[in-house]
């Protein structure tokens, strides 16, 4: 297996993690430092910050990412998908998304940048 291929599964492994709530497993897939940027969140910054994030401020009570495509090359992965779910008051969700990644030679997320397809203007 190359290391796009390899790069390519972690990621697919990302979202299986986030979709059972697995927060330690999913955390452990970043860099102690890795940076991540949402719509609406200032740069979430170091495990510590991503921890947070998923067990506190994440306005995601649950949900299924459904990945519609996925491109890489090198040390970068692109996703495009679907999400369905239910928000921590109740209301439910479905929208798309693209995330884009950044992966170390070691194969671990230093950077992920999402991006919601809604309209805005």
């Known amino acids: 297996m190359t290391h796009v291929e390899e790069s390519i599964r972690r990621i697919e492994r990302y979202y299986e993690l986030v979709d059972r709530d697995d927060i330690a497993a999913l955390v452990s897939l970043f ?48 996703v495009h998908g679907d999400f369905a779910g239910r928000l921590k008051d109740g209301q439910s969700v479905s929208l798309r998304f693209a995330d884009f990644f950044r992966i170390t030679p070691e194969g671990r997320i230093s950077r992920r940048d999402t991006f919601f397809f809604s309209p805005l203007v």
């Open 31 to 78: 860099t102690a430092d890795a940076v991540y940027e949402r719509p609406g969140y200032p740069p979430i910054k170091g495990n510590d910050a991503l921890e947070r994030f998923y067990r506190e401020d994440r306005v995601i009570a649950t949900g299924k990412h459904s990945l519609r495509g996925v491109v890489a090359e090198k040390d970068k992965i692109a």
